[in-house]
C-alpha cells in the first residue's frame, strides 16, 4: 500500500474530512461574527439600530433555511447548494465593509441578501457530517469539536488584528476562511449516494448506509479473490443520482415531521433559547467596551475562555446523550444559560466577564448536541437535511427576536434590565419545557411506526427498502418506560441515546434486528 492509500485510508478511518470542514466553517464565521456590533458601534449605528441590523440575520434565515435545505432534500442537490451559497454569501458580506459609506438601508439590505443566502450553510454542514460518519453518528461531537476550537482561535487572533488595524479587517480574515472552505467541500464527496450497491445475487445486498470503510473491511474478511474483487468495483463505480422524491411523498413526510409534537417542543425550547444567547453574543462586548472600556484583545481572549469547556463536552457528546439524555441536557442549558445572565450583572471590571463566558460551554454546546441528534433522529427518511433546517430555523428566528427586543431593552432601560430580564425569562422556559416534555414521548413511539411502514414501501427505491433503517434514538428497547418488545417491533439501537425527551438507560442494547 502507498504512502498516499495509507494516509487516505488513516484519514477516512479518522473522520479527517469533517473535522476539516467544521474547522474551516466555524473559523469564518468567528472572524467576523462576535465583532459585527462592535463594528456597527464603530459606524456609529445606536444599541436599536444594532439589534435590528443583527436581526436580520436570523429573521430571513428562519424561512430561507427550510426554504434552501427543503430544496435540496427535494432534487438532491446538497453539496452544489453548500458550495454555492457560501461562495456567493461571502462576496455579498464582503461589501459590508463598505457600510460607513452609505446609508442605514443599504446597510440592511446587505444583510438581508447575506441572510437569504448564507441559512443554509449550517444544516447543510450538520447533514454532511451526520452523512460522512454513517452508522458513527454518536460521533458528532467530536467533530464539532473543532468548530468550537476554530471559533476561539480566529476570535482571539481577530480581535488582535482588529486592536492593530482596524474593524474592516474582519471581513477581509473571514473571505480567506470561508474561500479555504468552499476549495475544501468542492473537492470533497460530501453526500454518499443512497443507493444500496449489488455484491452479488448470491450475496445480500450491501446497506445503503454502508461506508466505503465497512467494504473494505468485508473484502478482507472475505476469502473467495472473486467477492473481494466485486466489492472493490462497487466501491469504484458511481451509482446513478438518486430520483427526486415525488411531491406527494414529500409534503407527507413534511407534514409527519411538523405534527411531532416533542419535535415541536423542541423547536420552542430552541427558539426562546437562541433569544437569550443573542443577547450574548449581540450586546456583551458593546457592554464591556461602554461600562468598562474593554479592548479587543480582551473580548478576544474572552472567546477564546468560552470554548474551553465547549470542546469535552463536544468529545463526549456521546456519553452525556446515553447517560443524561437529551431533555435533560436542554434543562441543564436553560439553567446554566439563567445564572450566566444574572452573572453580568454582578461583575465590577471587564476582565471578571471572561470567569463567566467559562459557562459557555455548559449552554450552547450542550443544546446543540440535543438538539442536532435528537432532529436528525425525528426526521423521515427523506427529509433529514429538511430536520437539520428546521432546527436551524427555530434558532434564527429566536436569534431575530432577541436582537431586536434586546436592543431596545439595552437603549432604554440598560444593561442590567436586558441580563437580568433574559434571566427570568430563561428560568420560566425551563419550568415550562419541564412539565411538557412528560407529555410528548409517545412521539418517539410513532416515528418507530412512521419508519416501519417506510421500509415496507420501498423508500425512495427498491434497494432501501432492503437497506438497514438505523433509529439512533431508542436506547434499551423502552421510551418512558415504554416497552417496545410488547408491541412487537425490534429495533436495531445504536449507541447514541437520545431520541425522546424522557430518561434513558446507561447501557443501550444494540441487536441484529431491522424494523
Known amino acids: 500500500m502507498s504512502f498516499r492509500q495509507r494516509f487516505l485510508k488513516l484519514a477516512e478511518e479518522n473522520f479527517f474530512v469533517p473535522k ?6 466555524f473559523a469564518s464565521w468567528g472572524c467576523y461574527f462576535p465583532f459585527l456590533s462592535i463594528f456597527f458601534r464603530y459606524v456609529g449605528y445606536s444599541q436599536s439600530e444594532i439589534g435590528l441590523l443583527l436581526s436580520i440575520t436570523p429573521f430571513i434565515g428562519s424561512v430561507s433555511a427550510t426554504f434552501w435545505t427543503g430544496l435540496a432534500d427535494r432534487f438532491h442537490k446538497h453539496k452544489l447548494l453548500l458550495v454555492g451559497n457560501m461562495t456567493v454569501a461571502s462576496v455579498v458580506l464582503t461589501t459590508l465593509s463598505f457600510a460607513e459609506h452609505v446609508p442605514f438601508g443599504v446597510t440592511m439590505a446587505i444583510m438581508a441578501c447575506f441572510s437569504f443566502i448564507r441559512a443554509p450553510v449550517n444544516p447543510l454542514m450538520d447533514a454532511a457530517v451526520l452523512q460522512m460518519l454513517g452508522e458513527h453518528k454518536q460521533l458528532y461531537g467530536r467533530q464539532r469539536l473543532f468548530a468550537s476550537i476554530s471559533w476561539g482561535l480566529c476570535s482571539f487572533v481577530s480581535g488582535i488584528i482588529v486592536q492593530r488595524t482596524s474593524v474592516h479587517s474582519i471581513f477581509y480574515c473571514f473571505a480567506f476562511c470561508a474561500g479555504a472552505f468552499v476549495i475544501i467541500a468542492a473537492f470533497t464527496p460530501l453526500y454518499r449516494n443512497t ?3 449489488v455484491v452479488s445475487q448470491s450475496w445480500k445486498r450491501i446497506p445503503a448506509a454502508a461506508s466505503s470503510r465497512n467494504l473494505r473491511m468485508a473484502a478482507d474478511e472475505i476469502e473467495d479473490p472473486d467477492i473481494s474483487e466485486v466489492i472493490e468495483e462497487e466501491q469504484s463505480t458511481t451509482a446513478a443520482p438518486p430520483k427526486p422524491v415525488g411531491r406527494s411523498e414529500f409534503f407527507k413526510s413534511v407534514r409527519a ?3 411531532n409534537r416533542a419535535y415541536m417542543l423542541l423547536l420552542f425550547a430552541t427558539y426562546v433559547f437562541a433569544g437569550g444567547m443573542t443577547v450574548v453574543v449581540a450586546f456583551l462586548f458593546v457592554y464591556l467596551q461602554d461600562e468598562f ?3 479587543s484583545s480582551l473580548l478576544g481572549v474572552s472567546v477564546v475562555a468560552s470554548i474551553l469547556l465547549e470542546l469535552p463536552l463536544m468529545f463526549f457528546g456521546k456519553t452525556l446523550l446515553q447517560k443524561v439524555g437529551a431533555r435533560r441536557l436542554i434543562m441543564v442549558a436553560f439553567s446554566v444559560l439563567s445564572i450566566r445572565m444574572v452573572g453580568y450583572t454582578f461583575i465590577t471590571a471587564a476582565w471578571q466577564a471572561i470567569l463567566i463566558e467559562l459557562m459557555h460551554g455548559m449552554t450552547y454546546s450542550v443544546l446543540w448536541i440535543a438538539g442536532v441528534d435528537y432532529a436528525n433522529t425525528v426526521a423521515p427518511p427523506n427529509l433529514k437535511a429538511t430536520s437539520q433546517g428546521m432546527f436551524a430555523a427555530s434558532y434564527s428566528l429566536g436569534s431575530g427576536c432577541g436582537s431586536i427586543l434586546g436592543g431596545l431593552v439595552y437603549q432604554h432601560f440598560g444593561a442590567m434590565a436586558l441580563f437580568r430580564g433574559e434571566a427570568v425569562v430563561c428560568v420560566v422556559t425551563l ?3 419541564a412539565a411538557l416534555s412528560w407529555f410528548c414521548s409517545d412521539d418517539a413511539v410513532q416515528k418507530i411506526d412512521d419508519d416501519k411502514a417506510y421500509a415496507r414501501m ?5 434497494a432501501e427498502a432492503e437497506s438497514v433503517i438505523e433509529l439512533t434514538d431508542v436506547g434499551a428497547g423502552s421510551i418512558e418506560g415504554r416497552d417496545l418488545k410488547s408491541s412487537g417491533l425490534e429495533i436495531e439501537s445504536s449507541p447514541m441515546s437520545s431520541t425522546s425527551f424522557g430518561d434513558r438507560s446507561s447501557n443501550p442494547r444494540t441487536s441484529e434486528g431491522t424494523v
Not at 20 to 25: K, Q
Not at 458 to 462: E, F, V, Y
Open 257 to 259: 415531521l411538523v405534527f
Open 195 to 197: 443507493e444500496a450497491p
Open 293 to 295: 472600556g474593554a479592548e
Open 458 to 462: 420501498g423508500g425512495d427505491n427498491d
Open 431 to 433: 419550568l415550562v419545557f
Open 20 to 25: 476539516l470542514l467544521n474547522f474551516m466553517l
